[in-house]
């Protein structure tokens, strides 16, 4: 008892009994950092950690809030929730500012290591991330630091500081202790080009995002966007409800029928429109009890930018049963525990990599299924329209509960209705939407590119230790 106790407190490491933070390959390994590369501790590196934690007081109702989950582990770009400020989970911790470079302490094997770009600032960062601040340091050992704690090098440094078996982590006292060799002049300046790359192309991502949602809106300009059922302009709203309608919705909540949802549905129908069901299949997730190794997607995966796939645990359940997600699905926040979060996130599933064979889905996610390859209508373009408040407000019209709010696929494909674009407005959408895809793939180049500098350096002759 004695033993876990001195280790939960993070003491020397002479006081660890665990075969694998005695790993010879790995020791050896920071000897040669030390001896061939001059390497220094992080704390030694960074020097004082400690930072102002955020005042919720000054905080305005929505905050930007950055969990282990948020970062991408394909090159380290980070994409928060907004989130209620009386949501804050109690590991709210950091104010972070555009710079700052967080590591995962939780599952250390996965090497999540995130950079916050200039869009972050302000943002608040959860205490499950040691956070490296930017003030530390200039903005070309900023860079460098970053790719190479992305290395293997790094990571197998980590991994063998983690202090548990069940729910790996490691404490931030130990990664203080982590060894940083001494970089060279090329490296600086290699970090620094290609960190400015995945700045620009993050940045040219965001852009063409909105760009993309600017062309929806104009798009509406003749219907107009439905508004929140939870918003009204008016202190009293009236609606009146005929008996034909409620049998059709099996509801008779007052914002389900608010008169500007059916005023929407009329102007659009003036026009070429279609329900959600018409062209896509709507799946509610679902996961099986059961004692295999499943990957299981969950909300977390989802960022409005694509899915961060690195977020997927796997978990015990029935393999082979349940609902999976297949290539091309669009993945929606169905679910969630307060209703303004439903809708708030939304994916399609580009690729299915090889670690999500055998998945299974949530039930606080929904599944929208083109119904064949062929069909008339853009998959990016409904993924975007769905992210675009028009579509988010008729998905959140469609929630049954109060305070846990619930869809359900039956009614958000008959009553989410989305106009068909005509083809000339198709052709600038497509190019809006493919140079934010190219965006973002020069970004995870720019980071991989830069790694791998970082890799043939310092990474040795070694092997890197499985995960746990």
Known sequence: ????????????????????????????????????????????????????????RGLTDDVSYVSITSIDGQDGAVFADLIKKDDLPSRAKWLISAGDILVSQVRPERGAVGWASSDLQGSIGSSGCYLVPASKMDAMERAALFLYLRTDSARRQIVRRNRNSMYPAVAAQDLDQILIPDFSTADFDLAAKKMDEFEKALAEMRARRAEALDLISDLLRVPGIPPSPFDSAKPVDTTVITRSAVRSASRIDAEFF??????????????????????????????????????????????????????????SAKRGKGVSARKGDIALASTAHEVAYVGRKVDQIRELPSLLDNNQVVAELMLIRPRNDNQPVSTSYVTDFLRHPAGRHQVQRCIR????????????????????????????????????????????????????????????????????
């Open 258 to 315: 608010r008169s500007e949802y059916g005023d929407f549905a009329e102007k659009l129908q003036r026009a070429d429109h279609f329900p959600l069901n018409k062209y896509f299949e709507l799946i509610s997730g679902r996961v099986v009890n059961g004692d295999d190794p499943v990957p299981i997607i969950k909300q977390g995966m989802l960022t409005n930018y694509g899915p961060n796939v690195t977020a997927v645990e796997v978990e």
């Open 401 to 468: 509960g109060l305070r846990g709010g619930h869809t359900y696929p039956q009614d958000v494909g008959a009553y989410v209705l989305l106009p068909h674009p005509d083809d000339a407005w198709m052709a600038r959408y497509e190019l809006v939407a493919s140079a934010g895809e190219t965006a973002r793939a020069r970004a995870i180049e720019s980071v991989r590119v830069g790694v791998r500098h970082m890799s043939e350096r310092f990474n040795g002759s070694t092997t890197v230790p499985p995960g746990p």
């Open 1 to 56: 008892m004695s033993v876990i106790s001195r280790k939960a407190l993070g003491t020397r490491e002479s006081s660890r009994f665990d075969a694998e933070a005695f790993r010879q390959d790995d020791i050896d390994h920071e000897a040669w950092l030390r001896n061939d590369h001059a390497a220094r501790t992080l704390s030694s590196v960074i020097g004082d950690r400690k930072r102002s934690q955020f005042d919720k």
